[in-house]
Protein backbone atom coordinates (compact mmCIF):
# COMPACT_ATOMS: atom_id res chain seq x y z
CA UNK A 1 0.00 0.00 0.00
CA UNK A 2 1.05 3.28 -1.08
CA UNK A 3 1.77 6.35 1.53
CA UNK A 4 -0.67 9.09 1.82
CA UNK A 5 2.09 11.46 0.84
CA UNK A 6 2.58 9.35 -2.43
CA UNK A 7 -1.47 9.05 -2.79
CA UNK A 8 -1.45 12.51 -2.89
CA UNK A 9 1.22 13.83 -5.24
CA UNK A 10 -0.25 10.99 -7.62
CA UNK A 11 -4.13 12.70 -7.70
CA UNK A 12 -2.57 16.32 -7.72
CA UNK A 13 -0.41 15.16 -10.54
CA UNK A 14 -3.28 14.02 -12.18
CA UNK A 15 -5.62 16.93 -12.25
CA UNK A 16 -2.81 19.03 -12.96
CA UNK A 17 -2.87 17.28 -16.07
CA UNK A 18 -6.82 17.53 -16.93
CA UNK A 19 -7.19 21.27 -15.71
CA UNK A 20 -6.88 23.22 -18.80
CA UNK A 21 -4.02 25.88 -18.56
CA UNK A 22 -4.76 28.69 -17.12
CA UNK A 23 -4.45 31.98 -19.41
CA UNK A 24 -3.38 34.91 -17.18
CA UNK A 25 -5.48 37.34 -19.82
CA UNK A 26 -8.68 36.46 -19.00
CA UNK A 27 -9.70 38.29 -15.88
CA UNK A 28 -12.54 36.59 -13.68
CA UNK A 29 -16.35 37.96 -14.65
CA UNK A 30 -17.24 41.29 -13.02
CA UNK A 31 -20.34 41.19 -11.32
CA UNK A 32 -23.20 43.31 -13.07
CA UNK A 33 -22.21 46.89 -12.91
CA UNK A 34 -24.83 48.75 -10.47
CA UNK A 35 -26.78 51.98 -10.92
CA UNK A 36 -25.41 54.89 -8.26
CA UNK A 37 -28.98 54.78 -7.08
CA UNK A 38 -29.01 50.99 -6.45
CA UNK A 39 -25.42 51.28 -4.96
CA UNK A 40 -26.87 53.87 -2.43
CA UNK A 41 -30.02 51.85 -1.48
CA UNK A 42 -27.71 48.82 -0.82
CA UNK A 43 -25.61 50.66 1.27
CA UNK A 44 -28.46 52.46 3.13
CA UNK A 45 -29.67 49.00 3.63
CA UNK A 46 -26.31 47.71 4.97
CA UNK A 47 -26.01 50.55 7.07
CA UNK A 48 -30.14 50.03 9.00
CA UNK A 49 -28.54 46.36 9.02
CA UNK A 50 -26.12 46.71 11.00
CA UNK A 51 -27.42 49.51 12.91
CA UNK A 52 -30.81 46.74 14.04
CA UNK A 53 -27.76 44.18 14.84
CA UNK A 54 -26.26 46.94 17.02
CA UNK A 55 -29.17 47.53 18.86
CA UNK A 56 -30.32 43.83 19.05
CA UNK A 57 -26.69 43.15 20.53
CA UNK A 58 -26.71 46.12 22.96
CA UNK A 59 -30.66 44.74 24.08
CA UNK A 60 -29.07 41.38 24.83
CA UNK A 61 -25.93 42.81 26.70
CA UNK A 62 -28.48 44.61 29.00
CA UNK A 63 -30.56 41.81 29.63
CA UNK A 64 -26.97 39.29 30.65
CA UNK A 65 -25.77 42.37 32.20
CA UNK A 66 -29.56 42.65 34.24
CA UNK A 67 -29.25 38.59 34.76
CA UNK A 68 -25.48 38.94 35.71
CA UNK A 69 -26.67 41.22 38.39
CA UNK A 70 -29.74 38.99 39.46
CA UNK A 71 -27.59 36.09 39.76
CA UNK A 72 -24.73 38.18 42.39
CA UNK A 73 -27.88 39.25 44.85
CA UNK A 74 -28.67 35.53 44.97
CA UNK A 75 -25.26 34.46 45.81
CA UNK A 76 -24.78 36.99 48.20
CA UNK A 77 -28.06 36.33 49.50
CA UNK A 78 -26.86 32.87 49.98
CA UNK A 79 -23.44 34.06 51.66
CA UNK A 80 -25.39 35.48 53.65
CA UNK A 81 -27.73 32.55 55.00
CA UNK A 82 -24.84 30.35 54.85
CA UNK A 83 -23.06 32.57 57.35
CA UNK A 84 -26.16 32.49 59.50
CA UNK A 85 -26.76 28.84 59.51
CA UNK A 86 -23.33 27.88 60.13
CA UNK A 87 -23.40 30.48 63.18
CA UNK A 88 -26.57 28.92 64.56
CA UNK A 89 -25.34 25.65 63.82
CA UNK A 90 -22.11 26.64 65.91
CA UNK A 91 -24.25 28.56 68.89
CA UNK A 92 -25.96 25.22 68.89
CA UNK A 93 -23.03 23.32 69.14
CA UNK A 94 -21.57 24.96 71.90
CA UNK A 95 -25.19 25.34 73.88
CA UNK A 96 -25.90 23.09 76.37
CA UNK A 97 -28.11 20.30 76.32
CA UNK A 98 -31.67 20.84 76.53
CA UNK A 99 -32.44 20.39 80.54
CA UNK A 100 -35.56 17.60 80.97
CA UNK A 101 -39.39 18.16 79.98
CA UNK A 102 -40.92 18.61 83.27
CA UNK A 103 -43.42 16.61 84.49
CA UNK A 104 -46.77 16.46 82.77
CA UNK A 105 -49.75 17.62 84.88
CA UNK A 106 -53.07 15.72 84.64
CA UNK A 107 -55.04 16.74 81.53
CA UNK A 108 -58.42 18.59 81.92
CA UNK A 109 -60.59 16.20 81.62
CA UNK A 110 -59.01 14.27 84.69
CA UNK A 111 -58.89 17.13 86.74
CA UNK A 112 -60.67 17.35 89.72
CA UNK A 113 -61.96 13.81 89.71
CA UNK A 114 -61.93 11.59 92.72
CA UNK A 115 -59.16 9.35 93.23
CA UNK A 116 -60.77 6.13 91.35
CA UNK A 117 -63.13 7.29 89.08
CA UNK A 118 -63.26 6.42 85.72
CA UNK A 119 -61.76 9.61 83.28
CA UNK A 120 -65.02 10.60 80.45
CA UNK A 121 -64.11 9.33 77.32
CA UNK A 122 -61.98 10.64 75.01
CA UNK A 123 -63.77 12.06 71.39
CA UNK A 124 -62.12 9.26 69.88
CA UNK A 125 -63.17 6.33 72.01
CA UNK A 126 -67.03 7.88 71.29
CA UNK A 127 -66.20 8.00 67.73
CA UNK A 128 -65.30 4.18 68.17
CA UNK A 129 -68.29 3.59 70.07
CA UNK A 130 -70.14 5.00 66.87
CA UNK A 131 -68.39 3.28 64.15
CA UNK A 132 -68.25 0.21 66.39
CA UNK A 133 -72.10 0.21 65.69
CA UNK A 134 -71.78 0.37 61.61
CA UNK A 135 -71.68 -2.05 59.27
CA UNK A 136 -67.66 -2.41 58.53
CA UNK A 137 -68.56 -1.33 55.00
CA UNK A 138 -70.00 1.92 55.91
CA UNK A 139 -67.02 2.19 58.69
CA UNK A 140 -64.39 1.86 56.02
CA UNK A 141 -65.66 4.29 53.49
CA UNK A 142 -66.77 6.67 56.66
CA UNK A 143 -62.85 6.51 57.58
CA UNK A 144 -61.64 6.61 54.50
CA UNK A 145 -62.57 10.03 54.29
CA UNK A 146 -61.34 11.10 57.41
CA UNK A 147 -58.06 12.68 58.54
CA UNK A 148 -55.75 9.54 58.58
CA UNK A 149 -54.21 10.91 62.42
CA UNK A 150 -58.26 10.89 63.49
CA UNK A 151 -59.04 7.26 61.87
CA UNK A 152 -56.06 5.78 63.14
CA UNK A 153 -57.03 6.89 66.92
CA UNK A 154 -60.40 5.47 66.45
CA UNK A 155 -59.41 2.56 65.11
CA UNK A 156 -57.21 2.39 68.54
CA UNK A 157 -60.24 2.67 70.53
CA UNK A 158 -61.95 0.32 68.93
CA UNK A 159 -61.81 -3.99 69.54
CA UNK A 160 -59.64 -5.04 67.82
CA UNK A 161 -61.71 -7.87 66.16
CA UNK A 162 -63.96 -4.63 65.34
CA UNK A 163 -61.05 -2.66 63.80
CA UNK A 164 -59.93 -5.62 61.53
CA UNK A 165 -63.11 -5.97 60.09
CA UNK A 166 -63.09 -1.85 59.13
CA UNK A 167 -59.86 -2.45 57.87
CA UNK A 168 -60.33 -5.46 55.56
CA UNK A 169 -63.11 -3.23 53.88
CA UNK A 170 -60.75 -0.59 53.06
CA UNK A 171 -58.56 -0.17 49.74
CA UNK A 172 -55.32 -1.92 50.44
CA UNK A 173 -53.13 1.64 50.65
CA UNK A 174 -55.56 3.00 52.97
CA UNK A 175 -55.77 0.14 55.41
CA UNK A 176 -51.80 -0.44 55.39
CA UNK A 177 -51.35 3.49 56.03
CA UNK A 178 -53.95 3.52 58.94
CA UNK A 179 -52.09 0.56 60.44
CA UNK A 180 -48.75 1.98 59.86
CA UNK A 181 -50.04 4.87 61.78
CA UNK A 182 -51.13 2.66 64.46
CA UNK A 183 -48.01 0.37 64.92
CA UNK A 184 -45.66 3.30 64.75
CA UNK A 185 -47.96 5.90 67.13
CA UNK A 186 -47.90 4.61 71.57
CA UNK A 187 -50.99 2.77 72.79
CA UNK A 188 -52.42 5.58 75.75
Known sequence: MA???VLAFLVAALLASDAPPASPATPAPLP?????RALGEELQRAARDRREE???LAQERQRLEAL?????????????ETARLQALAAAAAKAPAAPPAPARKPAARTAGLRP????PPTPAAVAA????????EQAAAMLAH????????????????DAAAVVDRMA???GAELLTLLARSPAP
Open 68 to 80: AAEIERARAALRE
Open 146 to 161: LDRAAAAAILREMRAA
Open 129 to 136: RTVRNLRP
Open 32 to 36: PALSG
Open 116 to 119: GAKP
Open 3 to 5: SPA
Open 54 to 56: QAA
Open 172 to 174: PEA
